[in-house]
């Protein structure tokens, strides 16, 4: 069964920056995608980030966040990282991870809009980030 469990959010002031965490376990083959997703009040969650563990160098962006936000990942501990800087009020959300073997090969979707909730199929239970003075 795989698991997800994430870690990091809190409160932090505009311009700063914070780390999520999400640790990821059970999947069989070591062959999967991990996007980072958020969703603020009254929006639809938004998927921001992936990084995928067939290359080191798929990772993929969406527009809101390019070179803001950075996804790492350690793969002897299977954590991947959001690191999140120059943090605004509008990135405030709660931040989701997700991970699905079947989207192994289709990061690049996080930068062309194109992914939807529905593409990952296992998700970790979301962690609150808010950007204020």
């Known amino acids: 069964q795989v698991q997800l469990v994430e870690s990091g959010g809190g409160l932090v002031q505009p311009g700063g920056s914070r780390k999520l965490s999400c640790a990821v376990s059970?999947?069989?083959?070591?062959?999967?995608?991990t996007g980072w997703f958020r969703q603020a009040p009254g929006k639809e969650r938004e998927g921001i980030a992936c990084s995928s563990t067939i290359d080191a160098e798929s990772t993929s962006y969406a527009d809101s966040v390019k070179g803001r936000f950075t996804v790492s990942r350690d793969s002897a501990k299977n954590i991947v990282y959001l690191q999140m800087s120059s943090l605004k009020p509008e990135d405030t959300a709660v931040y989701y991870c997700?991970?699905?073997?079947?989207?192994?090969?289709?990061?690049?979707?996080?930068?062309?809009?194109?992914?939807?909730?529905?593409?990952?199929?296992?998700w970790g239970q979301g962690t609150q980030v808010t950007v204020s003075p």
């Open positions: 059970g999947f069989t083959s070591g062959y999967y995608a």
């Open positions: 997700a991970a699905d073997a079947a989207f192994v090969r289709l990061c690049f979707l996080f930068s062309k809009d194109g992914v939807e909730e529905s593409d990952f199929s296992s």
